[in-house]
């Protein structure tokens, strides 16, 4: 098993897709950061819609996010790469630009734009992955998903804060903040599409069996729907407990959000490379016992007095985020490694299918759950965590990818540009030496 020893940065941009790939991505991250945190107070505020109303157009928009997926995979397994990547982004473009338009009262038009926008959120994780899977390999692979991991994250976290900044200019402001996000989303996209990737994954033997098909992970699917929760403990469980339960301060939510930002941003690529000694199935499952102890701390922590219970929950936060970073940087990887080449990118959008349906059902089962008691929510977490725990370590697609790890070592995706030029890659150049 390939074991990474240190971070060359030179290297991990390469790996990643390049400078002007980074580049958007951050771009792309920071136009994100400035609108959607605030998008349903654009819907009440700017247009005057009432929140029940804003908040159905947003949850239509993820749901029609999510029934694109398989026409996302099948574009990325016909070899398209950047292209899919600029169409994610463009397409959130013309999301920002009918949000623009809409008339003050309008739902319809709302819900439109949070649709193209709900497209473009969805589709782009599935894109990036087949991307940085075509320029990089291994463990260097893994790395540079975390890389840009942190990279995305980092550019949401400025983005939200220049965002709150200006939220003191009312309605004007954020029309500003859409405009400026539908330019950055602009942006980003020519960049991306610059990059002019393509796989080729003709004659690349099957990693996941003899005939090429989609593996099925039923297990692994079942349980990163419920790994996914974590990603809104943060921004939706905390808050709910710290403010109803514990009658603590906000001051408390927005510390504990901020520190897991900060933790995500500077500690996913080097864990990331750290348990890069363990197989990435090991690592899953340990995500997911870090995460299952940091639930049950949770619950110990609301036992407390709220002069106690506030400081308890934002320290066993700082667990949560660590098994967030170990379920980040391991769960994205291992699918990579389960498919065949030419099934890749259905692979992908098959998981992303799974991860945006835990993120939409987890506000409404957090919400439920939480009225009913500290061991409702939390127990119920804790152990739905251990259960997909087990249904990796069951999972049999997963348990083969030791066998089709096997099959791949030698065998690389052949990348290649659009257009030739002197600095072009041969066929074959797996490793982003394409900049």
């Known amino acids: 098993m390939a074991t990474l020893t240190k971070i060359r940065p030179r290297a991990l941009v390469r790996a990643s897709g390049g400078p ?13 950061g400035l609108l959607r945190p605030f998008l349903l107070l654009y819907g009440v505020t700017v247009l005057g819609l009432s929140a029940p109303a804003t908040g159905i157009a947003m ?12 026409a996302v995979g099948r574009g990325l397994d016909r070899g398209a790469r950047s292209s899919v990547v600029a169409a994610s982004m463009l397409v959130r473009v013309l999301g920002v630009a009918v949000l623009l338009a ?24 599935a894109a990036h992955a087949a991307l940085v899977a075509t320029v990089s390999h291994g463990r260097e692979r893994d790395t540079a998903l975390a890389a840009g991991r942190a990279l995305r994250n980092a550019g949401l976290g400025v983005g939200a804060l220049l965002a709150t900044a200006c939220l ?26 610059s990059v002019r990737l393509r796989a080729d994954a003709a ?49 408390w939510s927005a510390a504990i959000f901020v520190a897991n930002t900060v933790l995500v941003v500077t500690l996913q690529v080097p864990v990331t490379v750290l348990m890069s000694r363990f ?17 049950v701390g949770f619950l110990a922590a609301t036992a407390l007095d709220p002069g106690r219970g506030a400081p308890a929950v934002a320290a066993v936060s700082v667990v949560c985020t660590i098994g967030e970073i170990l379920y980040a940087g391991s769960a994205t990887a291992l699918v990579t490694t389960l498919a065949a080449a030419r099934v890749l990118g259905r692979t992908l959008a098959r998981f992303e299918l799974s991860t945006g349906f835990g993120l939409a059902v987890s506000p409404a089962a957090i919400t439920a759950l939480a009225p009913h008691g500290p061991a409702a929510l939390w127990g119920t977490l804790a152990t739905a965590t251990l259960l997909s725990v087990s249904a990796v370590a069951t999972d049999r ?16 995706l052949r990348t290649r540009r659009c257009r030739d030029s002197p600095g072009a890659a041969p066929a074959g150049a797996g490793r982003g030496g394409l900049f």
């Open 102 to 125: 809409t008339p003050a009262g309008h739902a319809w038009p709302f819900a439109t734009a949070a649709l193209f926008l709900g497209i473009g959120n969805q589709a782009w994780p």
């Open 397 to 412: 697609d997963v348990a083969g990818g030791r066998r089709a790890r096997a099959l791949v070592q030698g065998s690389d």
């Open 203 to 251: 004659a690349t033997p099957a990693e996941s069996g003899a005939d090429g098909s989609v593996p099925r992970m039923r297990g692994l699917l079942a349980a990163n729907v419920i790994y996914v929760f974590c990603l809104n403990v943060p921004e939706i469980a905390l808050p709910l407990v710290l403010v109803t339960q514990l009658h603590a301060s906000p001051v």
């Open 59 to 70: 949850t239509a928009g993820v749901v029609g996010g999510l029934v694109c997926m398989p």
């Open 20 to 32: 002007r790939y980074a580049v958007a991505l951050a771009v792309d991250a920071l136009g994100t």
């Open 168 to 193: 003191a200019g009312g309605a004007t402001a954020l029309q500003a903040l859409a405009a400026v996000t539908g330019l950055a989303y602009l942006t980003a996209a020519a960049l991306a599409w």
């Open 279 to 295: 197989s990435r199935r090991t690592v899953l499952a340990l995500a997911g016992v870090v995460l299952a102890a940091s639930y």
